[in-house]
T-cell receptor
């Protein structure tokens, strides 16, 4: 198995631009999670899906952030408009019914200038 | 909500044993996990405790005391490749809340 796949691996954009991060979970996994990691705030859960349905988005910082999962093999996290404070590493993770064992993708390092 | 505390840094020499403590306060609790993250890498799952006691996986062991809100990760026979950050995480439903992480530095 290829593991969780994320793209792009690095993204540099200017303030105000739209950013779309992509994730392909491990085949057969029914839970998908989006996290953000910064030095100041650590690893934060933004939103998670079960069987493509958003279950909890209480971690999404504000309306500029949105996430979708149109099918079992693809999810996106969109930031519009982006701001410098959104600079972070964004991880996607998936799991199969085991809440405690999540498989993380390599992350997308986002820099907003 | 959840609150987790762990030391920020630990340094030890190759071959030694390191214990990383994690104390937590949580409104809901299904168990406690430990993850490892190398610099520039992704977190990877190490261990999980749902019940009190010790779980052993190779050179790593994890202990949980639910009554005390306390866990530790024990790294034995330290190797240079064990230099990484280690996070405890508590599960509430399907949400994991992570501690701030402990950076372990292994010296020759």
């Amino acid at each position: 198995d290829a593991g969780v796949i994320q793209s792009p691996r690095h993204e540099v954009t200017e303030m105000g631009q739209e950013v779309t991060l992509r994730c392909k979970p491990i085949s057969g996994h029914d839970y998908l999670f989006w996290y953000r990691q910064t030095m100041m705030r650590g690893l934060e859960l933004l939103i998670y899906f079960n069987n493509n349905v958003p279950i909890d988005d209480s971690g999404m910082p504000e309306d500029r952030f949105s996430a979708k999962m149109p099918n079992a093999s693809f999810s996106t996290l969109k930031i519009q408009p982006s701001e410098p404070r959104d600079s972070a590493v964004y991880f996607c993770a998936s799991s199969h019914g085991l809440r405690y064992e999540q498989y993380f993708g390599p992350g997308t390092r986002l820099t907003v200038t | 909500g959840q609150s987790l505390e762990q030391p920020s840094e630990v340094t030890a020499v190759e071959g030694a044993i390191v214990q990383i403590n994690c104390t937590y306060q949580t409104s809901g609790f299904y168990g406690l996990s430990w993850y490892q993250q190398h610099d520039g890498g992704a977190p990877t799952f190490l261990s999980y405790n749902a019940l009190d006691g010790l779980e052993e996986t190779g050179r790593f062991s994890s202990f949980l005391s639910r009554s005390k809100g306390y866990s530790y990760l024990l790294l034995k026979e330290l190797q240079m490749k064990d230099s990484a950050s280690y996070f405890c995480a508590v599960g509430d439903d399907y949400k994991l809340s992570f501690g701030a992480g402990t950076t372990v530095t292994v010296r020759a």
